[in-house]
Every structure is written in structure tokens, then in C-alpha cells.
T-cell receptor
Framework: DAGVIQSPRHEVTEMGQEVTLRCKPI?????LFWYRQTMMRGLELLIY????????DSGMPEDRFSAKMPNASFSTLKIQPSEPRDSAVYFC????????????FGEGSRLTVL | AQSVTQLDSQVPVFEEAPVELRCNYS??????LFWYVQYPNQGLQLLLK??????LVESINGFEAEFNKSQTSFHLRKPSVHISDTAEYFC?????????????FGKGTRLSVIA
């Protein structure tokens, strides 16, 4: 299996621009998570889906952030408009329905907003 | 709700020396416990986990962690570290009877192994 695939790996954009991050979870995994990692705040859960349905988006920082999962093999995290404080590494992770199951992470998308 | 405290943000250690990375958790219910490792420019990956049974769990690369319920701790140890162990280590907790709520991660401990 190819693992969790994220794109782009690096994104540099200017303040005010729209940013779209993409994720392909491992086939057969029922859960998909979006995390943000920064030096100051560590690893933060933004939102997670179960069977393509958003379950908890309380970690999404503000309305500028949105996430979708139109099917079992694809999810997007969108920031519009982007701001410099959004600069971080964004991780997508997936797992099966078993709560003791391992969480598999992608390699992350490093976002820099100038 | 659960929470995880990793007391040390950075731990420098010389090669072949022992290391302990500390993790304490808070929960009103029984929990599963995990250690994840993040190598530079990579995502997190599972290192080891405690679900039930023996309180001492081991990884394939020589790390071990011991679940101590009375002290609500799950410290990670290795008797002799290698340069390749340089990474960030995250402790995580999941409540056993909470449905499918996500893992709660600590803020991480950066282990730097010095030659």
C-alpha cells in the first residue's frame, strides 16, 4: 500500500491567496483526520471524518478554514483567505474503525504564507 | 476528557547513553496509550502501544514503555540510544469506552542524540 498521500509537499503563497491541501487516505480506512503542527502549539487536531462525514470540526481555527471529503479516497483542506499565521505543517492521517488501530500519517504539507 | 503532559520539550543525550522520555496523562476512565515518533521531514508513525495485559511494552528498535496506572504515567525508555533515534516523540492517549474519539497527543519531546 502506498500509505497516506498528501499534496503538495510544500506550498509558498502570499497573504490573501486561497490554499488547497489534498489527501488520499489508505484504502479501506474509515477515519480521516487533519492536523496542524507548529512549534508554538504542537500538533492540533483540526477536523476528522468518519465514512466521509465530518464528525468534529471544533478544532478548525476560524471560518477561513474548510474541509471536505467528497468520497472515501479524497479529502481537501482549504484556507481562504490565507494569513501568515496559517504557516505550519498540515498532516492528514487515516485509520480503520478499530479504536486500537494504528493512525497512519502522510508526510505533511508545509505551508508558508508570506 | 483526556490530556497528556510531556514534561520535557527537548532531551539531548550522548550516543550509547540511556534515555527516558516522560509522559503523564489525565483521564477519568481507563485508557489506551501510545508513543509515536516523527523523524525529520516525515509524518508521525507508531512506535509502540499499550492496550491491555503486560504493563511493559516494547518496540522493534529497542524502546520500551511501562504503563503505571497509579502514577498515570507511560514513560518511554531506551538503554542505549543511536544517532538514528534523533526524532520527536509524541505520547498519546485514547479513552477505552469513548466511542471513536480521536487520540489526544502531547506536545512532543525532541530527542537529540549527540555523537
Amino acid at each position: 500500500d502506498a500509505g497516506v498521500i498528501q499534496s503538495p509537499r510544500h506550498e509558498v503563497t502570499e497573504m490573501g491567496q486561497e490554499v488547497t491541501l489534498r489527501c488520499k487516505p489508505i484504502s479501506g480506512h474509515d477515519y480521516l483526520f487533519w492536523y496542524r503542527q507548529t512549534m508554538m502549539r504542537g500538533l492540533e487536531l483540526l477536523i476528522y471524518f468518519n465514512n466521509n462525514v465530518p464528525i468534529d470540526d471544533s478544532g478548525m481555527p476560524e471560518d477561513r478554514f474548510s474541509a471536505k471529503m467528497p468520497n472515501a479516497s479524497f479529502s481537501t483542506l482549504k484556507i481562504q483567505p490565507s494569513e501568515p499565521r496559517d504557516s505550519a505543517v498540515y498532516f492528514c492521517a487515516s485509520r480503520t474503525g478499530a479504536r486500537t488501530g494504528e493512525l497512519f500519517f502522510g508526510e505533511g504539507s508545509r505551508l508558508t504564507v508570506l | 476528557a483526556q490530556s497528556v503532559t510531556q514534561l520535557d520539550s527537548q532531551v539531548p543525550v550522548f550516543e550509547e547513553a540511556p534515555v527516558e522520555l516522560r509522559c503523564n496523562y489525565s483521564s477519568s476512565v481507563s485508557v489506551y496509550l501510545f508513543w509515536y515518533v516523527q523523524y525529520p521531514n516525515q509524518g508521525l508513525q507508531l512506535l509502540l502501544k499499550y492496550l491491555s495485559g503486560s504493563t511493559l511494552v516494547e518496540s522493534i528498535n529497542g524502546f520500551e514503555a511501562e504503563f503505571n496506572k497509579s502514577q498515570t504515567s507511560f514513560h518511554l525508555r531506551k538503554p542505549s540510544v543511536h544517532i538514528s533515534d534523533t526524532a520527536e516523540y509524541f505520547c498519546a492517549v485514547s479513552a477505552i469506552n469513548s466511542g471513536n474519539t480521536p487520540l489526544v497527543f502531547g506536545k512532543g519531546t525532541r530527542l537529540s542524540v549527540i555523537a
